[in-house]
């Protein structure tokens, strides 16, 4: 069975520019959670998705935002790039709320 | 809101040596993560603790937790290389701003040498 997978792989954008992450989460899973991990601040919650419907969100400023597909795969979308922006995007997905989650590979985000 | 701290932050261990790396959680969490993460990689689910006195054994990493504490304990037996990675624990709680989201301690580096 197929785990989390995100794309891409690696990202390198533009300051002030747009980025678009995305995620499938296992079969099955409806829940789907984005964490950032930045070099010197450890892994940092952004969002928590779960059936359509935005449920909790991190210590992010708005230009940071998301959304869930019917097919409970979920984008992630960074507006107007800064170089502190840079950093590995991690996706997890869950069966239900609280639930073990289960993470991917990542996308790495440079902004330059 | 709930505060997760790990320690020691960096770990650096003799093949064949035992050490414990600690997680302590600043309110009330029903449940308790460990993951482990290599270099470039993602992180890898170890164990899930759900209840007080929990404890949780794989190969030679052993989990066990202690709600009334708010500790956690990861306790590597006779440790070698392949362990060599950074170890996060994680809480969640049940309800308020922190529902639904992990907290993530910062990590223990652990390296392992002969």
């Known amino acids: 069975e197929a785990g989390v997978t995100q794309s891409p792989t690696h990202l390198i954008k533009t300051r002030g520019q747009q980025a678009t992450l995305r995620c499938s989460p296992i079969?099955?899973?409806?829940?789907v959670y984005w964490y950032q991990q930045a070099l010197g601040l450890g892994l940092q919650f952004l969002l928590w998705?779960?059936?359509?419907?935005?449920?909790n969100r991190g210590n992010f400023p708005p230009r940071f935002s998301g959304r869930q597909f019917p097919n409970y795969s979920s984008e992630l979308n960074v507006n107007a790039l800064e170089l502190e922006d840079s950093a590995l995007y991690l996706c997890?997905?869950?069966?239900?709320?609280?639930?073990?989650?289960?993470f991917g590979q990542g996308t790495r985000l440079t902004v330059v | 809101e709930l505060k997760v701290e790990q320690n020691p932050l960096f770990l650096s261990m003799q093949e064949g040596k035992n050490y414990t790396i600690y997680c302590n959680y600043s309110t009330t969490s029903d449940r308790l993560y460990w993951y482990r993460q290599d270099p470039g990689k993602s992180l890898e689910s170890l164990f899930v603790?759900?209840?007080?006195?929990a404890v949780k054994q794989e190969g030679r990493l052993m989990a066990s937790l202690d709600t009334k504490a708010r500790l956690s304990t990861l306790h590597i037996t006779a440790a070698v290389h392949d362990l060599s990675a950074t170890y996060f624990c994680?809480?969640?709680?049940?309800?308020?701003?922190?529902?639904?989201?992990?907290?993530f301690g910062q990590g223990t580096i652990l390296t392992v040498h002969p």
């Open positions: 603790l759900l209840s007080n006195g």
């Open positions: 994680a809480a969640c709680n049940a309800g308020g701003t922190s529902y639904g989201k992990l907290t």
């Open positions: 997890a997905s869950s069966l239900e709320d609280r639930a073990e989650a289960f």
């Open positions: 079969s099955g899973h409806t829940s």
């Open positions: 998705y779960d059936e359509g419907e935005e449920r």
